[in-house]
């Protein structure tokens, strides 16, 4: 298909109002303009930011224009203060009604939140779809994921908390170790998963009785307005409390106030470095970190062509590739190289492109525009060292349909070659001595994950062992993933800080802590005093149902 063929057909796929089916449209602008700050829905009457999707409009005349999602609030720094504010007088120096409630109870809360937002599914899924072009498909999923990945931590929090019921007795001390809350969490996930990736924070932060100032991602603020009520009937007032405002104003600044006991972030290391930088006692700052990947595909010349095609393709192209965990360096062994590209090319053909609601659709809009230039930049960099574009139509694009691009071969000195692109840009390299693959992973400044396809266990064997020092995650013969959720997802390098999973963010978002005394008849009167009269919070023998 010839340049403007391609054109017109992309130009084409965008939607005349009528195309959308009535389910999935946004009947009004939603202008949000209540902030939640200390428990109460405060308005906000300065100025706003307009939100507009990335998928367009076609008018009858062939323009295209950005659909209007609505506008959310601008606010600044003084805001920021009072959410500080709030969120300090809400611990109270692990005093207030959140750090000290029962964890039961505090369990009750987040159940009582999730039964408020399950109802809302329908009005969050269309906004995440909306809001950053992911398929209506993808979208439920992220919504019912999310929903998964509540109960899953209520219960891995009700083991733990059951686990830690009984006294133990060493060496004449008695003694009961269950875990506290840190304090006061910065809480911010990134824009490719707004609501999953962001409670995978939020969530085990709260239950373990720290309070929370969140800030959503830049694209998809407005799906979190539907459960604004939920945050606010469901938690006590200044749990949690919902910054807005440029991010590279207001957050920055509620780091100096040196009021933050966890920065949990899942963005970039350039931004991590610079938020820790801009807290006065970084001794004091724990940080919960997901940032970005290179992840790699190592392909040796017995790898099966069809499970590697079908793996890579999904690896690499799932959410357009927009994902911290997608494949995006392919290293080919040159053997088989010709081979896999023909068929890898031939497979990305088939892809549905279009819009979020349609089924099928694998590739949609992309949620700002400047990532579109940056693939441009980083295929024409490529192309003037030497590599080509394989696939058909491959780097075509319209507005923010982008059509994914094979490029191939990449080499040191390209931007494809180190830098995330995190988008539809398949950059492939060859290799014929397999150490040239390992090196490539090994000199990598990220270390998340590596996918190897092949069938020699000698040679996997081989590569296992030293890619388990460099990476976080091998996967054998299938994509890069984060799932399941109840697996550790950590990354090494500059990938990430800290283990997220069911289990690790429980203890990633609290601390051990003892009460003890002296195993004396008196000690044993005063325990049994506190604990059969439900005294206390903390010292007590409860079992959560």
Not at 97 to 125: G, K, L
Not at 359 to 387: Q, R
Not at 513 to 521: F, I
Request: proline share 6%; aromatic share 6%; hydrophobic share 45%.
């Amino acid at each position: 298909m010839n340049a403007n063929a391609i054109q017109a057909r992309l130009h084409s796929l965008f939607p005349t109002e009528a195309d959308i089916p009535a389910e999935c449209r946004i009947l009004a602008p939603l202008h949000q303009r209540a902030i939640l700050l200390n428990g109460e829905m405060q308005i906000w009457k300065g100025e706003t930011r307009p939100v507009h999707s990335p998928v367009a409009l076609r008018a009858a005349d062939g323009s295209l224009t950005h659909v209007e999602l609505g506008s959310f609030p601008v606010t600044g720094t003084a805001e920021a203060d009072a959410a500080i504010a709030a969120a300090v007088a809400a611990y109270d120096n692990g005093r207030g009604q959140w750090p000290t409630m029962s964890v039961a109870d505090r369990i009750a809360c987040v159940e009582n939140f999730t039964n408020q937002i399950v109802t809302r599914r329908r009005e969050i899924v269309n906004l995440i779809m909306w809001e950053i072009g992911k398929s209506l498909a993808d979208s439920e999923k992220e919504f019912d994921r999310t929903i998964d990945y509540i109960k899953a931590t209520i219960a891995e929090l009700k083991n733990l908390d059951n686990a830690n019921s009984r006294f133990q007795i060493v060496d004449g001390t008695i003694a009961q170790i269950r875990r506290s809350p840190l304090g006061i969490v910065l809480c911010m996930g990134p824009y490719n998963y707004p609501m999953n990736e962001t409670f995978t924070t939020l969530i085990p932060a709260l239950i373990m009785g720290n309070v929370v100032l969140f800030k959503p991602p830049r694209f998809g603020v407005l799906l979190y307005y539907p459960m604004l009520e939920a945050f606010r009937s469901a938690f006590p007032a200044g749990a949690i409390n919902i910054v807005y405002g440029q991010g590279s104003v207001v957050v920055p600044h509620i780091m100096s106030s040196g009021k933050v006991n966890v920065l949990a972030l899942i963005g970039t290391s350039k931004v991590a470095d610079q938020l820790k930088k801009a807290h006065p006692k970084t001794n004091r700052l724990r940080a919960v970190l997901g940032l970005e990947a290179k992840n790699a595909a190592i392909i040796l010349p017995d790898a099966d062509i069809e499970l590697t095609v079908k793996e890579c393709i999904a690896g690499s192209l799932s959410f357009n590739g927009q994902r911290c965990t997608a494949i995006k360096m392919i290293l080919v062994h040159q053997a088989i190289a010709d081979q896999f590209l023909r068929r890898f090319s031939e497979e990305i053909g088939k892809l549905k492109i279009g819009m979020p609601w349609e089924k099928g659709v694998t590739i949609t809009p992309l949620p700002e525009m400047a990532k579109v230039s940056y693939m441009n930049e980083c295929i024409d960099d490529a192309v003037a060292k030497g590599a080509k574009v394989l696939n058909e139509n491959g780097g075509a694009s319209v507005e923010t349909l982008f059509y994914p691009a094979v490029v191939f071969p990449v080499k040191d000195g390209m931007k494809l070659y180190r830098e995330e692109q995190f988008g539809p840009v398949i950059p492939v390299a060859p290799f014929e001595d397999i150490e040239t693959a390992l090196d490539y992973v090994i000199s990598s400044d990220h270390g998340q994950q590596v996918s190897i396809f092949g069938t020699d266990p000698d040679q996997i064997a081989h590569l296992v062992d030293p890619l388990v020092n460099q990476v976080c995650r091998v996967n054998l013969n299938a994509q890069c993933q984060r799932s399941p959720d109840v697996f550790p997802f950590a990354g090494r390098k500059d990938s990430a800080e800290g283990t997220l999973s069911v289990h690790d963010a429980l203890r990633s978002f609290s601390i051990r802590t003892m009460v003890a005394a002296k195993q004396t008849e008196a000690s044993k009167k005063l325990l049994d005093s506190i604990v059969l009269g439900n005294k206390s919070n903390f010292v007590n023998t409860r079992f959560i149902l």
